[in-house]
């Protein structure tokens, strides 16, 4: 399953700042799938047990740059998540010509705007951007949360670094994770970094595909009404 973005660049052919938004939202994207990759290629040198426990432990000069590799890796995984949010908001926002102040554009603002105009024609899309945002406390509400929480509290406060650990009878049994936190007075547990990261993308990519085609459909319809 993927998005028209041929169609959906046609339809906005007219505004090029649309089309810069569009190139940078799947731009985002992958870097997303670059730095996992970059994180997998450097994870699956560690094959022996000397090898992982010198990396967990950093005892030499090259093991230390693998592990600030590996951790700018799996930030900017989370970064670059996160980033999607506030492009994808744009692009809406500027695609529909929301009346929107500017200066407060952002995904959850052109939600709630859309919410509350209660307009069959953005029926569909406003159901799509609900799931993204993690409207109803589910699993999905809390991942996202998390996501935004995570980011914020690293840019705002201090990071929260991803930490590694090894079996170290069986190297190959290696995991990236994050330390327990506090953000807003939300508690979050312990979190497998690999897994968070692979459950949350997966998730928004979909919803994001769906979403740019729902918005084609919507600009299409449009376009006929002229």
């Known amino acids: 399953m993927e998005s028209d973005l041929k169609k959906l660049r046609e339809l906005c052919a007219n505004n090029k700042e649309i089309s810069q938004i569009i190139e ?4 985002k994207q992958e870097y997303c799938i670059y730095h996992y990759l970059e994180y997998k290629k450097i994870t699956e040198s560690f094959d022996t047990q000397l090898k992982a426990i010198k990396f967990v432990f950093g005892l030499d000069e090259d093991t230390y740059a693998k592990q ?3 951790k700018a890796s799996i930030m900017a995984c989370l970064h670059n998540m996160h980033i999607t949010h506030d492009l994808l908001g744009q692009l809406i ?9 500017e200066d ?15 307009d069959d024609r953005y029926s569909s899309l406003v159901n799509l951007l609900n799931q993204l945002a993690g409207k ?3 699993e999905a509400h809390q991942y996202l949360q998390y996501l935004e929480d995570i980011v914020n509290h690293s840019k705002h406060r201090y990071t929260i670094e991803p930490k590694f650990k090894t079996n170290l009878k069986r190297p190959q049994e290696r995991s990236c994770y994050f330390e327990a936190f506090t953000k807003d007075g939300r508690s979050h547990k312990e979190m497998d970094a690999i897994f968070f990261i692979n459950t949350e993308y997966n998730r928004e990519a979909k919803l994001i595909i769906l979403i740019e085609n729902e918005l084609i459909s919507i600009l299409e319809n449009k376009a006929e009404l002229k």
């Open 68 to 70: 600030i590799a590996l």
């Open 93 to 101: 926002y500027r695609a529909l010509n929301l009346p929107i102040s």
């Open 24 to 27: 940078s939202l799947h731009d």
């Open 136 to 138: 109803t406390k589910n």
């Open 104 to 118: 407060k554009v952002y995904l959850r603002s052109v939600i709630r705007y859309l919410n509350e105009q209660n």
